[in-house]
C-alpha cells in the first residue's frame, strides 16, 4: 500500500513538472506582459472616441511579416477619426510578443488582444458566424452601414486586412498592408476565403463593453479559426 501511495505521489510529481515544463515553453509570458502593462487601457489626457460612422480606409504599408494586424488596426483607427499613434497599438496588441515562448518566430497579433484593445478603446467587436443563413448578407448589411470589419485570410501563412464597403451591393473592398491597391471582391466569395471574419463598430451612447467578455470572444474566435483552416 505504501509502495502504491508511492507511485501515485511520483506520477503526480512527474505530471505536475511536465505541465509546468510545457507552459513555460509553449504559453506567453502573462505575468511579465501584465507587469509591463500591456492589458492596461490607454491614458489619453482627451479621451477620444471613435466617430459613429467610418471614412475612407487607406492601407499602410507593411514592411515585417508579423505586422499585418497592427496595420489593419492602424488603418482602421484613422478610418474613425483616431491617431493610432495615440493608442499605443503594437505594445497594447502584443505584436512582438511570441505566442509560444519556446517560438521566437510565433510572434503577431492574436484575435483576445485585437477584441480587448477594441473593447478597451470604444469598439463592439463581433465575429461573423458562419454558420448562420446568408452570412455574406449579413456582413455586406454591417459595411453598408458605414462601419468596417477585420478578416483573417491564408496566404502561406495567416493574414490580417481590413474590409470596407464596396463599390456597390453585394460585394466588399479588401484594405490589405501587403497592397497599395484596394480590390472589390464578390462578398460571399471573401467569406468562403476567409477563416474569420469581425465586425467592429463603435460602441454606443451609454452602451457598456465587458474587457473581459470581449477577451473571451476573442478566444472562441481564434479557436473557430484554427478549425476552419
Not at 507511485?7 to 511536465?18: H, P, S, T, Y
Not at 483576445?112 to 465575429?127: K, M, T
Amino acid at each position: 500500500m505504501k509502495a502504491l501511495t508511492r507511485r501515485r505521489v511520483k506520477l503526480i510529481a512527474l505530471f505536475i513538472g511536465a505541465f509546468a515544463l510545457t507552459a513555460c515553453m509553449f504559453l506567453p509570458d502573462f505575468a511579465r506582459q501584465r507587469q509591463a502593462g500591456k492589458y492596461d487601457p490607454v491614458d489619453i489626457e482627451e479621451d477620444p472616441r471613435p466617430s459613429a460612422t467610418a471614412r475612407q480606409a487607406w492601407p499602410e504599408e507593411q514592411t515585417e511579416p508579423h505586422t499585418c494586424g497592427w496595420h489593419a488596426m492602424r488603418s482602421l483607427y484613422t478610418a474613425y477619426g483616431l491617431d493610432p499613434d495615440e493608442f499605443s497599438l503594437r505594445f497594447r496588441l502584443g505584436t512582438d510578443q511570441p505566442a509560444m515562448r519556446a517560438d521566437k518566430d510565433s510572434t503577431g497579433t492574436l484575435h483576445p488582444d485585437l477584441y480587448r484593445v477594441l473593447a478597451q478603446d470604444g469598439f463592439v467587436a463581433e465575429p461573423l458566424d458562419f454558420d448562420r443563413a446568408l452570412p455574406a448578407d449579413h456582413l455586406d448589411l454591417h459595411l453598408s452601414n458605414n462601419q468596417l470589419a477585420l478578416a483573417v485570410v491564408y496566404r502561406s501563412t495567416y493574414h490580417w486586412v481590413l474590409l470596407t464597403p464596396g463599390g456597390e451591393p453585394g460585394r466588399v473592398r479588401v484594405v490589405d498592408s501587403l497592397s497599395a491597391e484596394q480590390v472589390d471582391t464578390d462578398a460571399a466569395a471573401f467569406v468562403d476565403e476567409a477563416l474569420s471574419i469581425t465586425l467592429v463598430r463603435p460602441a454606443g451612447p451609454g452602451e457598456t463593453i465587458s474587457i473581459a467578455d470581449a477577451h473571451a470572444a476573442g478566444l472562441a474566435e481564434m479557436r473557430r479559426l484554427y478549425q476552419r483552416k
